[in-house]
């Protein structure tokens, strides 16, 4: 038997303060006479620990969602609480801020700098967040292996595969720890084999406590997620798995401790 609720599908969860409260989120793209409505009213709310995917058709408003839940944009109406501060009136030099602090960004592209090494691509993070340069060293070192390419170091990104370099993406997201990892078809320039590498690392993020939140058409990697968010004409039509896991890591997250020197918070 499963009690009625009067909470709007994206906001059931668990117990503990969501990572992201989103309430009645709109988004109008303005060019000209014309407005675009991409977003429509989205309340939705991430706890910690949870994988959520989301999906919906072409121009139902994912990426839209995305860039306003990473801090790359501003809604038009509603409020975001990320982390618990409220992000949805600050300007976009405070959210560049927050986002190398709290968001670790996966793309389908990679976008890993090409004449950087993989060593040097991981550590950016944490050159722009002040970290000291021998603690700069131990993380890399540290989230390399976590990934499986400590021996991969010295490579360019043209010397790796598609595969090996998304793990490198996803090393380079988890630099600062953040609150959130936040993906945009991450598998979806990969082959079968090099994107199911990828979810199996995602699957092993999630097992140790991380917040994973992954725009898919990949119903492969939509399985691995243990909430699914469906996107229609801008608004939230379905939300379904399980409820967020109860605050007790059995491991703490990798990298140990948090960062420390992150500069102003
Ligand atoms: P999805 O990622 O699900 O394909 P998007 O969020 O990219 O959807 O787009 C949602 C809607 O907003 C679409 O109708 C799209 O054409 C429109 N849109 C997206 N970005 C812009 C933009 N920068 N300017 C105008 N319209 C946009
Ligand atoms: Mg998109």
Not at 18 to 26: A, D, K, L, S, Y
Not at 189 to 201: E, I, K, R
Request: hydrophobic letters at 40%.
């Amino acid at each position: 038997m499963t009690a009625t609720t009067a909470r709007p599908a994206g906001t059931r969860g668990g117990g503990t303060a969501p990572v992201i409260e989103m309430r009645g989120i709109r988004k109008v793209y303005r060019s000209g006479r014309i407005a675009v409505e991409a977003l429509r009213g989205i309340d939705l709310d991430v706890h910690p620990g949870e994988f959520v995917a989301v999906v919906g058709p072409s121009g139902s408003g994912k990426s839209t969602l995305m860039n306003l839940v990473g801090c790359l944009d501003t809604p038009t109406a509603g409020t975001y609480r990320l982390d618990g501060e409220e992000v949805s009136g600050l300007t976009l030099d405070r959210l560049a801020d927050i986002r190398n602090r709290k968001i670790g960004f996966v793309f389908q592209g990679f976008h890993l700098l090409p004449h950087l090494a993989v060593y040097e691509n991981v550590e950016l993070p944490l050159v722009y967040g002040g970290v000291p340069a021998r603690r700069r060293r131990e993380r890399v070192m540290e989230l390399l292996e976590q990934v499986g390419l400590a021996d991969r170091a010295a490579h360019r990104p043209s010397e790796i595969s598609g595969g090996q370099a998304q793990r490198v993406a996803i090393a380079r997201a988890l630099a600062m720890d953040p609150a959130i990892i936040l993906a945009d078809e991450p598998t979806g320039n990969l082959d079968t084999a090099s994107g199911s590498d990828v979810m199996d690392l995602f699957s092993e993020l999630h097992r140790r406590g991380r917040t994973l939140v992954v725009v898919t058409h990949d119903p492969a990697l939509a399985r691995r997620a243990a909430r699914v968010v469906h996107l229609r004409d801008g608004r939230i039509v379905d939300d379904h798995g399980e409820p967020a896991p109860p605050p007790t890591p059995q491991e703490p997250p990798e990298g140990g401790p948090r960062i420390a020197g992150r500069g102003p918070s």
